[in-house]
């Protein structure tokens, strides 16, 4: 049997993946979606399930509000005499390593450096006893970047014991944004696995030496070369026990965001050779890992007293804003100025190219309440219901620096009359663009507007997701949605 990349359309952001016994789990980046860090499950390598989050939420306030292209930066996964691992870097306040003995559970947070400018931190805890930990640079926090940088770790992983030293820079090889290191050992190599050359038009590297900190061969080992997949790199290393090898990496197709692939990798003279001959393969043989799985990640969700584990706030998660009921979910109109600076915004990845969204949900509201569906992006768009009328409304994001709070303009788009407290809407994504539909049900749904291109926003895709809000910065009344049903469609060509 054969697989199919992408084996995810979702924007799985930086992805690394690790094998602990017959069990896969992979993560990947979030920024300033929370919880963060979403830790997915699979125990074929080609289907997976999301199964929680390494960051319940980020312990600073200003995650509280919405800090676009500011948050959880590629993280990595390993596991340790019978701890799971995660370090990520937040580029503005420092070094982050949280544990879980179930990755399914409750993640301990632990602040192991107070540091700007670090990126794409990844530990390797060697056979010898010794720690290390690799990392990158953000030229937009600290001026340099395209090196790569070791430390001692403490024996707990905790402390960074040493100011690092050089073991690689792009510059003196002729690459560029040279970042999101995997340090691994084979043998009697130790590896580095890093992405160069940027996200759309780059390439993967192998570097190997017989000291963690080098001098390191060189070798790109994943590239474009003549198949449709752009700038393949930026992933994790894993074996299946069984004699095969695996490397996740991200594709970025815009508006859908960076959706994963998976490449069979093979040694050739202690190299690794991926894909085919070192170009992405879009089939290849389902891995032999003794286990085939169906499905994936959902996106439809009933609210029957549970928020459903796909959806991620736009800031820190906050009590006030949302109450899980027995029938429904209830969203409180929280202020907010705009929907781009709304924490409230309850958002998912997208699963599908083309998929419809409906949602039913009925507005106690007062002067100043919207609720309703939107996609997020720094062009933006949603159906709200107020009360008396309907309106759709375009966002328009102008961004400043990370400093700075980005300028946002709403305009509304077009309007109806409605005298109704409920309503059910649909949004239609079809190859990138989008239309909303109204009415009193899903059987008589009726246009409002045009077709509208997806946007991306942050380093991330388009963003689907449902909210309540007050534009008069007072909390107002509330939303009920009953659910949030999402049908995927046929492809258009």
Request: hydrophobic share 35%.
């Amino acid at each position: 049997m054969k697989y199919q990349n992408p084996i995810l359309m979702g924007d799985y952001s930086d992805p690394d993946v690790i094998r602990v016994g017959e069990d896969y789990y992979m993560i990947s980046s979030s920024f300033t979606y929370l919880p963060g860090i979403p830790v997915l499950h699979s125990r074929d390598l080609v289907h997976w399930r999301t199964i929680g989050y390494a960051a319940s939420h980020l312990p600073f306030r200003r995650y509280d509000v919405p800090a676009h292209k500011c948050g959880t930066w590629a993280p990595s996964i390993r596991y340790r005499k019978g701890l799971f691992y995660v370090y990520v870097c937040l580029p503005d306040e420092g070094l982050f390593a949280f544990t879980a003995e179930d990755p399914a559970g409750r993640w301990d947070c632990h602040f192991v450096k107070d540091v700007c400018g670090w990126i794409d931190p990844c530990p390797l805890f060697d056979a010898d006893g010794r720690n290390y930990l690799l990392h990158g640079f953000a030229a937009s926090r600290c001026g340099i970047n395209n090196i790569l940088y070791l430390h001692q770790l403490s024996d707990d992983g905790f402390s960074v014991l040493d100011k690092g030293a050089l073991v690689y820079s792009g510059d003196e090889h002729g690459d560029v944004t040279v970042e999101g290191p995997k340090m691994y050992r084979r043998g009697e190599y130790f590896y580095i696995l890093c992405p160069a050359g940027g996200v759309k038009p780059g390439y993967q590297l192998a570097l190997r030496s017989k000291s963690p900190y080098g001098p390191y061969e060189r070798k790109i080992v994943l590239s474009q070369g003549n198949t449709p997949v752009n700038g393949p790199h930026q992933g994790g290393w894993v074996d299946t026990g069984r004699g095969q090898d695996y490397f996740i990496h991200f594709q970025d197709i815009g508006v859908y965001g960076r959706i994963p692939h998976l490449q069979p990798v093979h040694w050739e003279n202690d190299w690794p050779v991926m894909g085919n001959n070192g170009e992405p393969v879009l089939t290849a043989d389902l891995p032999d890992t003794g286990f085939s799985e169906t499905g994936g990640p959902e996106m439809s969700d009933s609210f029957q007293g549970k928020l459903g584990i796909q959806w991620q706030w736009q800031a820190n998660p906050n009590p006030a804003w949302y109450q899980e009921m027995k029938d429904g979910l209830r969203l409180y109109a929280a202020p907010a100025d705009s929907l781009f600076h709304a924490g409230q915004f309850l958002s998912q990845l997208m699963q599908y190219r083309d998929f419809d969204m409906d949602v039913r949900f009925c507005l106690a509201g007062q002067r100043g309440d919207r609720a309703g569906l939107g996609m997020m992006g720094y062009t933006y768009y949603y159906l709200a219901l107020e009360k008396g009328r309907v309106v759709l409304v375009r966002g328009r994001v102008d961004e400043i620096n990370r400093w700075e709070r980005e300028r946002v303009e709403e305009t509304v788009l077009a309007e109806v009359p409605w005298a109704e407290e409920s309503a059910v809407f649909r949004m239609t994504v079809r190859n990138g663009k989008i239309t909303f539909l109204y009415g009193k049900d899903e059987e008589t749904l009726y246009p409002i507007g045009g077709t509208y291109d997806m946007t991306c926003g942050g380093w991330v895709g388009a963003r689907p997701g449902i909210f309540c809000m007050n534009g008069r910065g007072v909390f107002g009344g509330h939303a009920d949605f009953a659910f949030c049903r999402v049908e995927k469609r046929e492809e258009q060509a």
